[in-house]
């Protein structure tokens, strides 16, 4: 089993991560959320940071963020007060657990107190794949989370993932920024993980279709070839 990252990395990476959005992972949200529509699921949302675009998309009615680490949940948290527009929560659970566990859920914004999934309309998960213990379990997961017809935007690093090139980039923007310092090393230090679940994206589409998913689209066209992008449906 994939025990290399546990919660607590994620717990230090916390701060410097919602406090950084290279261009690059800034055209990647917004992209993402130009396919958001309806109640949205973010599975392994960590801070949320890409929660804003998609609560301005006038086709989403609600944002829900899952994850599993304290730090990037009170970040997270903190993140939706900032942008009270539509109703959005966040969820401190391991996504294969939602559906056996009690978990922990706060409200940031909007008119309804219930705990019930509304069932989700649109999924998402990015940068969070290649980190899982049993990405089968989670993927089934998220499967059984979604509406019948529901989207899944899949994003994750292939082994082309050139993170020096990519921070050498970001470099040119943020080389004054107190935390780029800390987000550099933090995420080489994710990438060069051994027990990273950098896969190709054939064997990714195989395992997607395996759970129940149809694949619309596929590309590599973020972070310089170095992500997969894979638009599936239910
Ligand atoms: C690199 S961060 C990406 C965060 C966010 N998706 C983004 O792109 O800004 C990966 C996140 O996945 C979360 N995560 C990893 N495995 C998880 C699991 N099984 N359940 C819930 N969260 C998980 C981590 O806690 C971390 O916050």
Redesign the pocket.
């Known amino acids: 089993m994939n025990t290399a990252?546990k919660?607590e990395?994620?717990d230090q990476?916390?701060q410097p991560?919602i406090s950084v959005m290279p261009s690059q992972?800034l055209e990647?949200?917004t992209a993402v959320a130009t396919l958001a529509t309806g109640n949205v699921c973010?599975?392994?949302?960590?801070?949320?940071?890409?929660a804003p675009f998609i609560l301005d998309n006038p086709n989403v009615t609600s944002y829900t963020g899952?994850?599993?680490?304290l730090e990037?949940v009170k970040q997270a948290r903190w993140h939706l007060q900032q942008f009270p527009q539509k109703k959005s929560e966040i969820i401190h659970?391991?996504?294969?657990?939602i559906d056996t566990e009690a978990y922990d859920i706060e409200i940031i914004s909007g008119i309804t107190n219930s705990i019930e999934s509304p069932g989700y309309d649109f999924g998402?998960?990015?940068?969070?794949y290649y980190?899982?213990?049993n990405s089968n379990a989670?993927l089934e997961t998220i499967y059984n989370a979604l509406n019948p017809n529901a989207s899944f935007v899949l994003?994750t690093p292939n082994k082309q993932l050139d993170m020096v090139s990519l921070l050498e980039k970001a470099k040119r923007e943020l080389v004054a920024h107190p935390y780029f310092k800390t987000f550099k090393e933090q995420n080489m230090a994710?990438v060069g993980n051994e027990k990273a679940l950098f896969v190709d994206m054939d064997k990714l589409v195989e395992q997607v279709r395996k759970i129940g998913f149809k694949v619309t689209q596929v590309h590599q066209v973020f972070y310089d070839g170095g992500l997969n992008f894979l638009h599936l449906k239910k």
């Open positions: 990252y919660k990395i994620w990476y916390a991560f992972m990647l949200n973010d599975f392994g949302c960590g801070a949320g940071k890409i899952i994850d599993y680490s990037m659970a391991k996504i294969e657990c998402l998960s990015i940068n969070s980190t899982w213990d989670v994003v994710l």
